[in-house]
């Protein structure tokens, strides 16, 4: 499990960062909150996320640990995937995001490009 890259960025754009440790180049897809954190910096930490899929190996670049947690807990959810996840960071912040999830406010969540919600039984 990869916790964090430290090093030097090599090549950014708003989507993917390659940073590199130890001689060792690393592409990290990422989120654009992430990217506006990185993009007047030569060096910085990354904290991960890897993801193992049967036709691909992906990592993931968060700027903050708060991020990477929300993408997690996104990851849990039903028919959420590793891009839809870094799809409603990029919408949102962390922090934004939590108060959507404990406000209920589905309004919000409906505006994510790509984030399809199914209507509640009941309400």
């Not at 060792?24 to 996320?49: N, W």
């Not at 890897?50 to 959810?77: I, S, T």
Request: net charge positive; glycine share 10%.
């Amino acid at each position: 499990m990869y916790d964090y890259f430290n090093g030097k960025i090599a090549s950014l754009d708003p989507t993917a960062v390659t940073i590199e440790c130890g001689g060792v180049g690393y592409h990290l897809q990422i989120s654009l909150h992430t990217y506006g954190q990185l993009k007047d910096k030569s060096t910085f930490r990354l904290f991960a996320h890897h993801v193992v899929r049967e036709d691909a190996q992906l990592l993931f670049g968060f700027a903050e640990e708060g991020e990477r947690y929300m993408f997690r807990e996104l990851l849990n959810v039903s028919g959420v995937g590793a891009s839809t996840a870094r799809i409603v960071l990029s919408s949102m912040t962390a922090g934004q995001l939590r108060n959507v999830i404990a406000s209920g406010d589905i309004i919000s969540l409906q505006k994510v490009k790509g984030l399809a919600l199914r209507p509640l039984k009941g309400l």
